[in-house]
């Protein structure tokens, strides 16, 4: 079984405690996910199987999508509501909904952000937020992120009594929404913690289309979890190239395999150009097992060059 599945991670649940469940319920060996989320954030969580486990570089440049809740008038050693929260002096019921759109005008394009203390990166191999739970100090340099949209869904007041603003932000690899809310509580001079989080979409994946743990392993118990695991030709776009038998024999012998370039099919979500060399998926008897980089040369042929192996299901 080789591909990838939508899975629709649920509150209270580790990325890698998902992971090791679809792990168990499928009863495979090789499964991951390109992209963590906090254990109190709930949505999208591809979770690559099998041979898939090979494809989590090409979902770096995907885009995400969240829904979050801002709480106003509060700080946080983590800057979410399940850290250390004090409520700050600031009076955050004189914000209005047309301040809280005015700043979160500031967080679009490519902005810099300093990721939190409390976050999965790593120095000198151990990460930040085993840091910070030792006491120690954490300061990680600013870098540049993509937010491509931050909008502001809804202003209300919470049961507490405080402002809470509900955002949608679209944004590219490395991006941490409760940072975007820290510095938005700044920028408005309250504080501000991230009380809620949901992934909506991961690239091609979207959370109305995700199945839970529970789903997954009632479509195992009835023999249909297959049909659930998406195949890697429809998730990235890649030109496609049916092998015959004996050009996949000779190719996983590692011997040079030259083919008419016209033989490429181009799917509609993959745009054509003019490269000399382009990356192609592999597929023996109609099934992928394999991507790599086809080089032009004059004669309309292509030779084939190893990227990676899936493997064989």
Request: some cysteine; overall charge neutral.
């Amino acid at each position: 079984m080789t591909g990838i599945i939508n899975l629709y991670k649920e509150k209270g649940m580790t990325s890698h405690a998902c992971v090791a469940k679809v792990r168990k319920i499928l009863n495979i060996k090789k499964t991951g996910h390109p992209g963590t989320l906090d254990p109190e954030a709930t949505g999208v969580l591809p979770i690559m199987v099998g041979g898939a486990t090979r494809c989590s570089d090409l979902f770096l440049d995907m885009r995400k999508t969240y829904r979050a809740e801002a709480t106003l008038g509060l700080v946080s050693d983590t800057q979410d509501i399940w850290g250390n929260v004090e409520r700050t002096a600031a009076n955050a019921s004189a914000v209005t909904k047309a301040d809280v759109e005015k700043a979160l005008s500031g967080f679009r394009g490519t902005v810099l952000q300093v990721p939190p203390a409390y976050s999965a990166l790593k120095k000198d191999g151990v990460p930040y937020y085993k840091l910070a739970r030792r006491g120690e100090e954490v300061q990680a340099d600013a870098r540049p992120v993509n937010i491509y949209s931050c909008e502001l869904l809804g202003y209300r007041t919470g049961a507490d009594g405080l402002p809470v603003a509900e955002i949608e932000v679209c944004c590219g690899r490395g991006t941490y929404i409760r940072t975007i809310i820290n510095d938005l509580g700044n920028a408005l001079g309250c504080g501000a913690v991230m009380s809620k989080l949901e992934r909506t979409s991961y690239g091609d994946f979207h959370a109305e289309n995700a199945v839970t743990l529970g789903e997954l392993e009632d479509a195992a118990k009835g023999g249909d979890a297959g049909k659930l695991v998406r195949p890697i030709r429809e998730l990235f776009g890649f030109p496609m190239l049916e092998l015959s038998e004996k050009e996949h024999v000779f190719y996983m012998q590692g011997k040079t395999v030259t083919v008419d370039f016209a033989r490429i099919e181009f799917p509609e979500n993959c745009e054509k150009n003019d490269a000399n060399e382009i990356r192609v998926l592999l597929l023996i008897s109609g099934r992928e097992f394999a991507l790599a980089s086809a080089a032009k040369d004059g004669a309309g042929k292509a030779v084939l060059k190893p990227d990676r192996y899936f493997g064989a299901d």
